[in-house]
């Protein structure tokens, strides 16, 4: 079990950036498989980014390619999301998630078992 708080959200302009971080909390947390995905009024979850458990292996949804970048402390347990050229097609609620199971199963499986609150991100035109 794998307790998963976001922080980092709010408002930004087009353009600007925003840095997202999630903390893990739980023995093995830094053994997980550590993602994002977001979730914007009216439509579906949807997969942002990926890592695994040493940093080593990263996956993006092609929407964000370039421009967001995830990462990881296992010595704090946070994972980050680092957010540029924010687009108002960008606005979602932004939930921190982690799995055991390794990147490339996480990835088919299109989810992961635990997730946290999610953070409001807002991107103005």
């Known amino acids: 079990q794998v307790q998963l708080v976001e922080s980092g959200g709010g408002l930004v302009q087009a353009g600007g950036s925003l840095s997202l971080s999630c903390a893990a909390s739980?023995?093995?947390?830094?053994?997980?498989?550590m993602g994002w995905f977001r979730q914007a009024p009216g439509k579906e979850r949807e997969f942002v980014a990926a890592?695994?458990?040493?940093?080593?292996?990263?996956d993006y949804a092609d929407s964000v390619k370039g421009r967001f970048t995830i990462s990881r402390d296992n010595a704090q347990n946070t994972v980050y999301l680092q957010m540029n050229s924010l687009k108002p097609e960008d606005t979602a609620v932004y939930y921190c998630?982690?799995?055991?199971?390794?990147?490339?199963?996480?990835?088919?499986?299109?989810?992961?078992?635990?997730r946290g609150q999610g953070t409001q991100v807002t991107v103005s035109s």
């Open positions: 890592i695994n458990w040493s940093g080593g292996i990263t």
């Open positions: 998630a982690a799995d055991v199971r390794g990147i490339r199963a996480v990835i088919r499986a299109g989810s992961m078992a635990f």
């Open positions: 739980g023995r093995t947390a830094s053994s997980y498989t």
